[in-house]
């Protein structure tokens, strides 16, 4: 049983103040995460829209750099412009 768990988040908050008030949460969270705390433990992690689309698109990004190391050194084939 682990005594202490890293908290992913500068910024935490209890489940009881985030049913009191979420989006006075929000608003003070800006685009940084928040922990949610559930007896003092991280029970979830809180992110605004824009955050969530911005860790959306790193996910896409290293896909694709994935599928282009996958394929890059492969077979080339030399191509004109004029002939495209």
């Known amino acids: 049983m682990s005594i202490t768990q890293t908290i992913h988040a500068k910024t935490?908050?209890?489940m009881t103040d985030?049913?009191?008030?979420?989006?006075?949460i929000l608003e003070i969270a800006g685009d940084l995460p928040v922990a949610v705390l559930n007896h003092n433990k991280p029970e979830a992690y809180l992110l605004s829209a824009k955050a969530y689309e911005a860790l959306l698109d790193l996910l896409d990004d290293l896909s694709l750099i994935k599928t282009i190391k996958t394929r890059s050194?492969?077979?080339?084939v030399k191509v004109k412009l004029d002939d495209l």
């Open 73 to 76: 050194g492969g077979k080339t």
């Open 12 to 14: 935490t908050v209890s």
């Open 18 to 24: 985030l049913r009191r008030n979420p989006s006075k």
